[in-house]
């Protein structure tokens, strides 16, 4: 558990960073510090490992002031990811993550063998280990920088805009990730970002931070989006906030419909209506056009590109999507394996949402 | 002229001083350049650390490589209280150049290293000096030896301006063959410089490429990325 206790940071200029700031990042959990630039996220984190000290407050990991322990000590037992990995250029793959347990003593033969451990816990092969940096794309480095920030087991990760260098896609992936490396690990998170987006997928409580480094709300994300504190929460959070709430509420009673498909490589016809076209194994390919008529063994190439897929047991947002973005209006659902489990309706995902309304008026 | 160097060359007694003299001219070369970066190393590492320090260490460094070479062989004997033909003046003039020119190459070296990787190295717990020792220095390498070589061949070529106080290795030559109107000395004398300062020169870039395994590429044009003003 980390605890701020009124925690205020200015700078000689006179400029205040962080403004008395109270809050608890509970142990086990992601706390995201969120905000615009200049809102004191970035001090907060930095404040936690004493690469800056308050001017004010105090803040504790598991009850002890950090203030109490020699900075380079503390530092080695607290994980900590960077923008850009900060990994060291001349210095291997393999001895980056080896850092940290070098520095407290676990001798060269250890320490590689745990950051051989390390890059297969972030999905980096083996052979890597023997490269540079510098030969590693973007996302690859972050994966390393994570694991030179896990390489010690330390109980306390932060996280500064980790995953902001780097593409939207590789970055979903790197979300991900974190969030699998989380389930197995439970480390205490602090995370900062200026992307709402990334708070409200990554984190189990969110602070979003306001210009001179104030507190504007800490709440677990759905509350956030639900119920936002003021009129800068509202407008940070973003004007998508009644869609995106959706990623927090289950599907649960949402009907999956069967559709008409066709397959890959069998004889084709004319069809009269939306035909989903799947692969022998059920994946979803894309879609016929009404009327549209094949002949010989259907081919891809005459697809129409099918929407983004729902899988089933997720939040209704995804099932929302699929249907928004189907071309023929049936969202496509698949199982956790991605084969194909039928199709779901936008009309019912509202139905469902103005059932559940009704559910929570009738207690 | 082909005959007369033949005939200098072929004199064991011109070919024992000329070897001599090449000894002589290594070491008084080669030692300034290794005290000069011992110095120049901590020198620089505080001075780019403190604002204050930097401008003074710079300005003081700047005007140190000013002062005369033959000047400072003369002054230093009454400052270190040795004899005036004491090969340890030019050493340690020599030596004084030799920091004055790496201090600023180990200033701009730390100063281009990437932030992040600086506050990497801080937050995983490594101590200011470990810091300097193991991250910083090592990837200062590149920016070090391109330093170093310009200083070898200043020191190379500053030791032969020794032979006017009477010790300057291979300079000694020069003097032997003015006073003379002698030219095969001139030439060997001229010829061995060069070829010292290739080889030192040869060497310091073979050494680079050793100490820095991770720069595999050749360096290549750093694209920043305009920020648009929208």
Redesign the interface.
């Known amino acids: 558990m980390i605890e701020f206790r009124a925690v205020s940071k200015r700078f000689p200029d006179g400029t205040t960073a962080v403004d008395a700031l109270d809050l608890v990042a509970e142990s086990g959990r992601i706390t995201v510090f969120v905000g615009p630039s200049g809102c004191g996220k970035t001090t907060s984190l930095r404040m936690i490992n004493r690469m800056i000290d308050p001017t004010e407050g105090s803040i504790h990991i598991d009850g002890l002031d950090v203030r109490s322990t020699d900075p380079a000590v503390l530092r080695r037992g607290i994980g900590y990811v960077i923008q850009q990995a900060g990994l060291f250029p001349h210095r291997t793959v393999l001895d980056n993550v080896a850092t940290v347990p070098m520095l407290i003593g676990w001798g060269r033969r250890k320490a590689r063998a745990r950051a051989a451990e390390l890059l297969e816990l972030v999905g980096l092969p083996e052979a890597m280990g023997g490269r540079y940096p510098g030969q590693l794309s973007g996302g690859q480095q972050q994966r390393v920088g994570v694991a030179r920030a896990l390489a010690a087991d330390p109980p306390v990760l932060l996280m500064d805009e980790p995953f902001s260098a780097v593409d939207p896609i590789v970055r979903e992936g790197l979300q991900d990730e974190l969030l699998r490396l989380q389930s197995e690990l439970g480390k205490t998170v602090v995370f900062v970002t200026h992307d709402i987006d990334e708070a409200i997928k990554l984190g189990d409580r969110v602070a979003v931070l306001r210009q001179g480094g104030r507190l504007a709300q800490f709440a677990p994300p759905a509350e956030l989006l639900a119920r936002p504190a003021d009129d800068f929460v509202s407008s940070f959070v973003g004007r998508d906030r009644g869609y995106r709430g959706l990623s927090f509420v289950d599907a649960d009673g949402l009907t999956i419909h069967p559709l008409r498909t066709a397959t890959v490589g069998e004889p084709g016809s004319t069809v009269d209506d939306w035909t989903l076209v799947v692969e022998a194994d059920k994946r979803p390919r894309g879609w016929l056009a009404p009327g549209s008529t094949v002949d010989g063994p259907l081919t891809e190439d005459v697809l129409v590109p099918g929407g983004s897929l729902y899988t089933q047991g997720t939040a209704l947002r995804g099932a929302l999507d699929a249907a928004l973005s189907s071309p023929g209006g049936h969202g496509v659902a698949v199982d956790a394996g991605g084969a194909l489990a039928g199709g779901v309706l936008a009309d019912e995902v509202l139905a469902l949402l103005r059932r559940r309304r009704h559910g929570r008026d009738d207690q | 002229m082909i005959d007369d160097l033949r005939r200098y060359l072929d004199n064991p007694r011109n070919q024992e001083a000329v070897f001599d003299y090449l000894l002589v001219h290594m070491r008084m070369a080669l030692i300034p350049l290794v005290l000069g970066l011992l110095v120049a190393i901590p020198v620089g590492w505080a001075a780019q650390r403190n604002r204050r320090l930097r401008a003074v260490v710079l300005g003081a460094t700047n005007i140190l490589y000013t002062v005369p070479s033959l000047a400072l062989f003369v002054i230093l004997p009454s400052i270190l209280g040795t004899k005036i033909l004491d090969e340890i003046n030019v050493v340690v003039a020599l030596a004084i150049y030799t920091a004055a020119l790496l201090v600023r190459p180990v200033v701009d070296a730390i100063d281009a290293l ?1 932030a ?2 600086l ?9 200011p000096l470990w810091r300097f020792l193991t ?1 910083e220095l ?2 200062a390498v590149p920016v070090l030896v391109a330093g170093v070589r310009v200083a070898s061949v200043s020191n190379i070529s500053l030791v032969s301006v020794g032979a006017l106080i009477g010790v300057g290795g291979l300079g000694q030559l020069f003097t032997e063959g003015f006073q003379s109107s002698y030219n095969p000395p001139i030439i060997v004398g001229i010829v061995l410089t060069l070829a010292l300062a290739l080889v030192v020169d040869l060497l310091l870039v073979g050494g680079r490429r050793l100490l ?3 720069q ?2 050749p360096a290549r044009v750093k694209v920043t990325a305009v920020r648009s003003a929208a």
């Open positions: 990437p992040h990787v506050a990497a190295a801080t937050a995983v717990g490594y101590r991250v090592p990837l820095t395994p991770w595999t590429r």
